[in-house]
């Protein structure tokens, strides 16, 4: 099992470019969170997904930020217009469920805007 | 809202030493609780996870004890090594569809 795996492991971007963060769940898990870490501050919690549906998005930016969890394929991140704020660590974790399970994490994409 | 809290926000102890890191919540509604270490640019590694209804979980030098009553955790780590110099986070699921909610984490330096 090749845990979760997140691609790009780092992404330069220009401002106003698109950016694509993707996340592959471990096998089995059908649960999908994304988290953000800016410097020198804690883990804050985006968007949470299961197969093709939207659990949660309290945590994710109105405008420009985007996710799906598609029913094929990883679970996809898109930010558009990007700016330079947006330069961060982005996590993703999976679960095979809720309350019980622990989450395991990927190693992040650390994403820059120039 | 579920609000997470550590103490202290950093360590510095010599090699050897036995400590204790701290971890406070708000609301004492849990499902479960989870400590996980981060290397500097690097991703989360679980360390333990305590369910609810646990009150201490225990990995080779490792102790995680829960009092869910009064909204506590410690992570106890025995005989510390500079190779366990990490930021260790803290962090609570508070209902079933609720994501888990992050501390922002003690920095521990292990010197030798």
């Known amino acids: 099992n090749a845990g979760v795996m997140q691609n790009p492991r780092h992404l330069v971007r220009r401002r106003g470019q698109e950016a694509r963060l993707r996340c592959s769940p471990m096998?089995?898990?059908?649960?999908v969170y994304w988290y953000r870490q800016l410097p020198e501050e804690g883990l804050k919690f985006m968007v949470y997904?299961?197969?093709?549906?939207?659990?949660?998005e309290s945590g994710m930016p109105k405008e420009r930020f985007s996710a799906e969890f598609p029913k094929e394929g990883p679970s996809i991140l898109r930010i558009q217009q990007v700016v330079r704020g947006d330069s961060a660590a982005y996590f993703c974790?999976?679960?095979?469920?809720?309350?019980?399970?622990?989450?395991?994490f990927g190693s992040g994409t650390r994403l820059t805007v120039v | 809202k579920q609000e997470v809290t550590q103490i202290p926000a950093a360590l510095s102890v010599p090699e050897g030493e036995n400590l204790v890191l701290n971890c406070s919540f708000t609301?004492?509604?849990?499902?479960?609780l989870q400590w996980f270490r981060q290397d500097p640019g690097k991703g989360l590694t679980s360390l333990l996870l305590?369910?609810?209804?646990?009150r201490e979980q225990t990995s080779g030098r490792l102790n995680a004890s829960l009092d869910k009553s009064s909204g506590r955790s410690t992570l106890y780590i025995a005989a510390s090594q500079p190779g366990d110099s990490a930021t260790y986070l803290c962090?609570?699921?508070?209902?079933?569809?609720?994501?888990?909610?992050f501390g922002k984490g003690t920095r521990l330096s292990v010197i030798a």
């Open positions: 962090a609570v699921v508070s209902s079933g569809n609720t994501p888990l909610v």
């Open positions: 974790a999976s679960s095979p469920g809720t309350t019980s399970y622990g989450y395991t």
């Open positions: 609301d004492s509604a849990i499902y479960n």
């Open positions: 997904l299961q197969k093709e549906n939207i659990i949660d």
């Open positions: 096998k089995g898990h059908s649960h």
């Open positions: 305590i369910q609810s209804s646990q």
